[in-house]
């Protein structure tokens, strides 16, 4: 599964930094860059997220670039829809995840997002769960770490949020950081699975408005 988070705006040049800077420092190396342009995709061979030629590429590029790596590890996509930043990260490699909990704070804390999702290990059956009975639109159920914005914070049910006993849950900027669990394994065992039962069951009534 992947984790995947928007931004409220197109990235900035200063966003786009962050990112490739916290990948570069995180994840394994890339070895191509994948350039999508109007009329056909080049390719570049690289060994750096923060690559000259494909930062240059990105601010003159209008769709986005994907950073490849050896199979198995990450191939992020960071992408620019209807003037707003999106990135997605496979989440697993092996007994490896690449989101951590420190990454995930550090995009909560340093750009404009939207939102965050960092799905679990094995959660496919929650998923099925959520597609029959979805909380949102974004955010049909809980995951391991989730950010919402301010207007999805508030129609998840605001600061009633945190009389929820079964996630440990923050203020960042005008949103809500949520983590459900200690790691993205809890939910391999009957304990972690019966978390996020409860979990789910104590989030107070989605608002429309």
Known sequence: MNTFFYTKKAFSEKEILFILNLC???????????????????????????????????????????YESDEGKPSIRITKPDGRGFVSIPSIKREEFHITKKIALHLA???????????????????KIYKENRRTTDFPGLYWLQYYDAQEFKKQGGNAIFDNPYIN?????????????????????????ALMIKANAAMPPVVNY
């Open 169 to 193: 849950a923050q203020l960042i900027k005008d949103g809500i950081f949520i983590e459900v669990g200690h790691s993205p394994y809890d939910f391999q065992t009957p304990e972690g699975e």
């Open 24 to 66: 570069d420092e995180l994840l394994p190396p890339p070895k191509t860059a994948v350039i999508t342009q109007a009329n056909n995709v080049k390719e570049l061979p690289i060994t750096s997220y923060l690559d000259k030629e494909v930062l240059k590429a990105f601010v003159r590029n209008k769709y986005g670039i994907g």
């Open 109 to 127: 804390e340093g750009l404009d997002l939207k939102l965050l999702a960092v799905p679990p290990v094995e959660f496919e059956s929650f998923n």
